[in-house]
């Protein structure tokens, strides 16, 4: 299984980004995808994710009204609109995967990641 996330960068605070995720080596069908952040020094946290079958999603507290999860089962994508980007967003983002059709955003439940893609979001 492989995971491919892109779309990262630098923004000012306030601006927006969208991140995918390409999955391959994996039935897409029946999956949840997820996305999470770690910033420096802190823990890994859980963002977003999105049930491929029937757009189950969950988001973080923090995610809530700023970012929005999408699917593309076509392309085997999910993506992450980010919009009113703070500084405290800035992180390395992560996409993972899990064949289970039940969405959650707990890390230790997502077998397979893709390598991340910095967001930085200046002041």
């Known amino acids: 299984v492989q995971l491919q996330a892109s779309g990262g960068g630098l923004v000012q605070a306030g601006g927006s980004l969208r991140l995918s995720c390409a999955v391959s080596?994996?039935?897409?069908?029946?999956?949840?995808i997820a996305w999470f952040r770690q910033a420096p020094g802190k823990e890994r946290e859980g963002v977003a994710c999105?049930?491929?079958?029937?757009?189950?999603?969950v988001y973080s507290d923090s995610a809530k009204g700023r970012f929005a999860i999408s699917r593309d089962n076509a392309k085997n994508t999910v993506s992450l609109q980010m919009n009113s980007l703070k500084p405290e967003d800035t992180a390395v983002y992560y996409c993972a995967v899990r064949p289970s059709p039940v969405a959650t955003i707990a890390a230790g439940q997502y077998p397979f990641w893709g390598q991340g893609t910095l967001v930085t979001v200046s002041s």
């Open positions: 999105i049930v491929s079958d029937n757009d189950d999603t």
């Open positions: 080596g994996l039935t897409f069908g029946n999956s949840a």
